[in-house]
Structure formats: structure tokens, C-alpha cells
């Protein structure tokens, strides 16, 4: 009794020629017949894989034939060839030892192996040929793979709205091209036209298409049909309509007919981040409150909790944090929310700061920045002397390395120590100018934040009002007799602190004692007025937002309305919830997109537009561009490691250098420089 076994590694090899089983079983099995016939043994099972790669050892059809054996009274396993069986040793020998086992000997009907010592030896030479045929072959179609779409071409089947044809140039050599389908490339192309528009949704856009005759290209196993909604949303992501061809991550000018501009596409591409079809989803909060109220006797923050009352009606209710847990012996009461609304909007109305101290507080401010940056720009002018004259030391080694007066060795220690100097005074001369420039703009649009908060807070939104708390206050505690006491965040720390509105008043009253008066708001014993342009030149993330979103006009300010009460499946609901969400407009996401292709600091990007740096590479490649190289050049790695080693911290570095703290980080390490315990400064000498 004998089992044959028979495999071809794709579908293609398997239906060659319109036949059911192609050509190569056919031979395959004579093959085996003969090989049966010969050992007087008859083939009472056939197991036939087709379009099964060797490389795996779960082949349906070799799993059922091992099986098989194990139950059936069985002499001989013929294959074709060894490599039919497996193409690599460790799957050859499993399968080796599972027919040992069950009493099966393994033939090959072209090859001369048996369980002779010679048979074996061969057995294992064939085995290992296999191996290396398939990984070589992998091999080389990987890096011809690679190298057509380096050149433009297109690897695999083309999308919807192409087809792959082959044709022969006037040698009659074969070529394999790609050109647009001549039923689908106009519809295609309408659809990035009319989703660029922005009148469309995706599900709108894909009723359109299947009005007009969209469909897919037919195979022999499945008909054309209409696209399905996720077809069309790749179709509207692919660059391959705008001529460049994706592998492996990188993208390269394709060679094919590109079926729509570069400027539709990335104006659909524009769109469908604007729709969040291919963007972040914002984070849903229960109330615009949550995580900046805290309660006033054990700081435990407040959550919110509903309460269902007999006729069904939700009421909602903040409760402490602390007691809920049984963290603490707090026996604070429920608050209702619409109460403790209140109590934050007469806050914000009994902190708005007059207009006649906004004046004293920019003089006092402006007079405090005008100081040291006098202080900045003599320092400035003296890295400017310093780095002419290492300039100048600098030209003179090189010359004379030349006339032979100073070895190799020498001079490079040497280029080295002034490279990592004037790295240092070029990043001293240029932090200078664009730190203090930084902070007087940042100072102009906290006063007047300062100035109509209250007005501002009573204007927006929920989720706006969520950013404003983050951005004006680290905590707000909620008193036992419902005030609130606020814990205000840099800088209106010192904005709303009455004792330096006092000391603003003084100074702008008596402006011939104003340097006196400066002296005084310097020895302040709760230091706010310290450091004050790396103070105003260091944003918050939550007040970056609100800036952007209410003094530039990212997002439109209506009056606060009431609101249709929402249902759900326990009943009425006092109050909706409030969803945070910051959006460009598709001509923003655009302008965007081109700032980062011309070359501008994802820093100064994410400043310009106010947005966090980390969603620029996200936007980029989500929008078919290219990621730029990234890190550091060596002369800003060392500028880097020098300030932090003079004592900054690495958030200031990054500051200065327009980068993120965490490169700053890889750089001091690179350098060899030990990081300091985290807040700490090394002590002055």
C-alpha cells in the first residue's frame, strides 16, 4: 500500500493553461503511478496541495496525509521530489521522523533515496538544496522586487481603476506595464475630484460611484462588484492615483499614468483628516469639569455620578474622589453640577483682572523683559566677539597644518575643541533674540486672557471651557460653603496674585522709583516674577490650545445656549456631555502640509498652527508625504549637550533648540554626559 503526495506552490501553477489542475500535478502524479508500479506497491490515497509553499509545514493536505498514515496500514510515501515535501531541514526532518514513526518509508519517484546510509546521505543533500533554492529565491525576488518599484514600477496587482497588461516591445521581449482601465479611470478620477470639494462623505461618495458603474475588476474566482466603503476609503489614501509608488515604507515617482494632480490629491487628503476618516478620534469626557475640581477638605479630585429620581429624570452630581474610595475620612456631600458650574463662573468673574492693572502689570512685566534682555544682549555681543575669534584661531591651525608646523593628531583635537565651542555661542546667540521675542509675544496674549476671562469663560463652549480651566489653573477646590479657591498655573500665578498687582500699581504710579520698585517685585519671597522670559517663552499644552483657538480664530466662539435635554436607555439627562475637540480647516491642514515639504522645524509648525509636534508625522504620513530624516547634526548635538551641561534643564534645551526634550536626552547620553537627578542643577562654584 503506497500514499502519493503532489504540490505546487501557487494558484497560477495549479490553473495553468485553463485546466482545473494545470500541468504540473498531471506529471507530477504519472510520475508517482510509475514510481508505485515499479515497488509492486498500489496508490490507495492521493493528498494534493495546490498552490501551497513548501516553506510552511501546515499544508491542509499534508496534515490530513500524516494523519492518515498514522491510522492506516501504509509502506510507502512517494513524492515527486524531495523538495514537494518541504523546502527547508527542520520541517523535512518533523516529517521524516512523523512517517518513521509510523512505519511509512519515504520515496521520491525522480530521486535515488532509501533508507541506505548513501540514501539518507543524499536525502539530506537534496533536503538542503531545497532549503537554499527557496531563501536564494526569496532572496533575489525581494531585491528585484525592491528594485522595480525603486525605478516606478508596480509590484503586485494595480488598484481599482488600472490594469496590469502585457505586451511585448519590438524584440519581442515580454513586458508587464500598467495602464488606466478604460471603464473605470474616468470614475475614479471624478471621485477625488468631487471628494476634494468637501461636499461629499465617504459613504455619499460611494453611492455616487455605484450610480455611475463602479465596480471591481473580475476575477476567475469572484465577479466584479460594487466597492465597498472601505475600498473607496483606500482608494482616497492610495498616492498611487497621484504617480508614486509605496514598498515597504518608502515612496518612489512611478512610471504609470498618475489618474489625478498632486494638488487634488492632497486636497483629498486634507478633507478626509478634516472629516476624521483617516485622523485621531478626541478623547469623551463625562463634564467639562472633570479632573480640574478638587475637593476643598481632602484634595481628592471630584467625579461625576448620576442620580435617578422616582419620575426618571437623571440629575447629576460631583462626589469626592477620596471618600468614594474610602482613601480618606472625607464627609464631603454630593454637589450638584449646575451648582458647581456656578460657583466656577463667579470665580472667574471675582478674578478678572481690571483693565487699568493690565497696564500696570505689562509696564512692571515689559520694564522687568527690557532689563535682561539688555543683560541678554551684552552677553550675546560677547559670544559674537568670542566666536569671530575662534573663527579666526581656527583658519590660522588649518594654515598651519599646511606649512607643516602642527601634526594631524594635534590639529584635530583642536578643530574638535572649537567645533564644540562655536556649536555652543551659535545656539547662545540665536536662544537669545528668539527667547525674549517668544516671551513678549506669550506676555501680550496671557494679559489679555487675563483681562476677559471671565467674559471669555462665559462665551465658549464646554469643551472649550475645559481647555480654559486646564489653562488658567492647575487645581480649583471646591469650599465646604460651595466657593471655589483656585490654584492658578504660570503665568497668572503671578497675574492674579494681589500682592504683585499691588507692587504693578506702585510702579506704574511712581515711574521715577521704578528701579526700586523692580528690586522689590525681584525679592518677592514666593519668587513669581523670577526667570520671566524662559516663564512666558515655556507654553502649556492646554493654554497653547486656548491661545490658538480664541485669540487666532481656530475656532469660532458662540454664546452659550441651552441645550435639548439627552436621553438614554434609563431616561432623561440633565446635562450632555461635552466632547474636546481641536480641528484645522481643510486649508490649515494644507498650508500644513506644504510648511513641513518646504522644510520648516516641526517645532515652529506646531507653534504656527497650534498643534502638539507629535501629530505632524502622524498628519504627514497620513496624508501620502514623506517623513524627513531624523536627528540631529553633530555640531547641534553638541550644542545640545554643552547647554545642558551648563545647567539647563532638558526641557530648556529643547526650548531653545526648537526640539523635543526626549532628543536632547539621546544626545546627552550620546556625548557621555551623566543626566542629573530629575529637577536638579548642578551647584554653582
Known amino acids: 500500500m503506497a500514499v502519493s503526495y503532489l504540490r505546487v506552490s501557487t494558484k497560477e501553477q ?18 508517482n503511478l ?44 512517494i513524492v515527486h521530489k524531495v523538495d514537494r515535501l518541504a523546502r527547508n531541514r527542520a520541517d523535512d526532518v518533523a516529517i521524516h521522523v512523523a512517517l518513521k514513526d509510523a512505519g511509512v518509508m519515504l520515496v521520491s519517484a525522480t530521486e535515488n533515496i532509501d533508507e541506505t546510509p548513501s540514501g539518507m546521505l543524499l536525502h539530506g543533500i537534496m533536503s538542503t538544496i531545497a532549503e537554499f533554492y527557496s531563501r536564494n529565491l526569496a532572496n533575489e525576488v525581494s531585491k528585484g522586487m525592491s528594485q ?18 502585457t505586451t511585448r516591445d519590438e524584440l519581442g521581449r515580454e513586458l508587464r506595464i500598467v495602464e488606466p482601465d478604460p471603464t473605470r479611470a474616468e470614475i475614479v478620477k471624478w471621485a477625488f475630484e468631487a471628494y476634494a470639494t468637501g461636499n461629499y462623505s465617504t459613504a455619499m461618495l460611494r453611492e455616487a460611484l455605484i450610480d455611475r458603474g463602479l465596480t471591481t475588476p473580475p476575477t476567475p474566482k469572484r465577479p466584479a462588484r460594487p466597492p465597498a466603503l472601505s475600498t473607496v476609503q483606500k482608494m482616497l489614501s492610495n498616492p498611487y492615483y497621484k504617480g508614486s509608488v509605496s514598498f515597504r515604507g518608502a515612496t518612489y515617482d512611478g512610471i504609470h499614468e498618475p489618474l489625478v494632480g498632486p494638488e487634488v490629491w492632497y486636497r483629498v487628503q486634507a478633507v478626509l483628516g478634516a472629516k476624521q476618516v483617516s485622523g485621531e478620534k478626541t478623547q469623551t469626557h463625562d463634564h467639562y469639569l472633570k479632573g480640574t475640581v478638587f475637593c476643598g477638605e481632602c484634595g481628592s479630585r471630584l467625579m461625576v455620578t448620576n442620580a435617578k429620581s422616582r419620575r426618571g429624570v ?53 520694564a522687568q523683559f527690557s532689563q535682561l534682555h539688555a543683560t541678554v544682549k551684552q552677553e550675546r555681543n560677547a559670544h559674537v566677539l568670542e566666536r569671530d575669534d575662534l573663527q579666526a584661531e581656527r583658519s590660522k591651525l588649518l594654515q598651519a597644518h599646511y606649512a607643516g608646523a602642527v601634526p ?9 575643541r572649537i567645533g564644540r565651542r562655536l556649536a555652543f555661542l551659535e545656539a547662545q546667540i540665536e536662544a537669545g533674540d528668539m527667547e525674549y521675542e517668544l516671551a513678549s509675544a506669550h506676555l501680550d496674549d496671557c494679559l489679555a486672557l487675563g ?30 460653603e460651595g466657593t471655589v479657591i483656585g490654584e492658578p498655573g504660570e503665568p497668572f500665578n503671578a497675574f492674579f496674585d494681589p500682592e504683585v498687582q499691588t507692587i504693578a500699581a506702585r510702579h506704574e504710579g511712581r515711574a521715577a522709583e521704578s528701579r526700586s520698585q523692580t528690586g522689590n517685585v525681584a525679592g518677592l519671597n514666593n519668587d513669581l516674577l523670577v526667570g520671566l522670559p524662559r516663564r512666558f517663552s515655556n507654553k502649556r499644552p492646554a493654554l497653547k490650545s486656548l491661545i490658538s483657538h480664541v485669540l487666532r480664530d481656530s475656532a469660532r466662539r458662540v454664546p452659550r445656549g441651552r441645550t435639548p435635554k439627552r436621553h438614554d436607555s434609563r431616561g432623561a439627562v440633565a446635562k450632555n456631555p461635552a466632547k474636546s475637540q481641536t480641528r484645522l480647516t481643510t486649508e490649515r491642514r494644507v498650508e500644513l502640509l506644504a510648511d513641513y515639504e518646504a522644510g520648516m522645524p516641526v517645532q515652529t509648525i506646531a507653534v504656527k498652527y497650534g498643534v502638539h509636534r507629535g501629530t505632524i508625522p502622524t498628519f504627514v504620513l497620513r496624508s501620502g508625504g514623506r517623513l524627513r530624516s531624523t536627528g540631529l547634526s553633530n555640531e547641534r548635538r553638541a550644542s545640545a549637550a554643552i547647554l545642558y551641561r551648563d545647567g539647563h534643564t532638558l526641557q530648556e534645551v529643547a526650548d531653545r533648540l526648537g526640539i523635543d526634550p526626549k532628543t536632547v536626552r539621546n544626545a546627552v547620553v550620546a556625548e557621555g554626559i551623566s543626566l542629573r537627578p530629575r529637577g536638579r542643577r548642578p551647584m554653582a562654584k
Open 451 to 480: 483681562r476677559d476671562c471671565y467674559k471669555l469663560y462665559m462665551s465658549i463652549d464646554d469643551s472649550l471651557r475645559r481647555i480654559a480651566n486646564q489653562a488658567f489653573f492647575d487645581k480649583l477646590y471646591l469650599s465646604e
Open 408 to 416: 594631524l593628531d594635534l590639529l584635530k583635537s583642536e578643530q574638535d
Open 314 to 366: 437623571i440629575y447629576p452630581y460631583f462626589i469626592c474622589a477620596g471618600r468614594h474610595a474610602k482613601r480618606t475620612n472625607c464627609e464631603r456631600k454630593a454637589m450638584y453640577v449646575p451648582d458647581v458650574e456656578a460657583a466656577v463662573e463667579d470665580y472667574y468673574r471675582r478674578i478678572q483682572i481690571p483693565e487699568h492693572t493690565i497696564q500696570a502689570l505689562r509696564s512692571l512685566i515689559t
Open 14 to 31: 495549479a490553473e495553468r493553461g485553463g485546466r482545473d489542475e494545470g500541468f504540473s500535478i498531471p506529471a507530477q502524479r504519472e510520475a
Open 148 to 165: 522595480k518599484a525603486m525605478t516606478g514600477g508596480t509590484n503586485g496587482k494595480a488598484p481599482i481603476g488600472y490594469l496590469n497588461v
Open 34 to 77: 510509475r514510481k508505485a508500479r515499479d515497488l509492486g506497491a498500489i496508490v490507495v490515497e492521493e493528498f494534493v496541495d495546490a498552490g501551497e509553499s513548501a516553506r510552511k509545514a501546515d499544508r491542509p493536505e499534508l496534515m490530513r496525509m500524516i494523519e492518515y498514515v498514522k491510522t492506516n496500514h501504509v509502506a510507502y510515501c
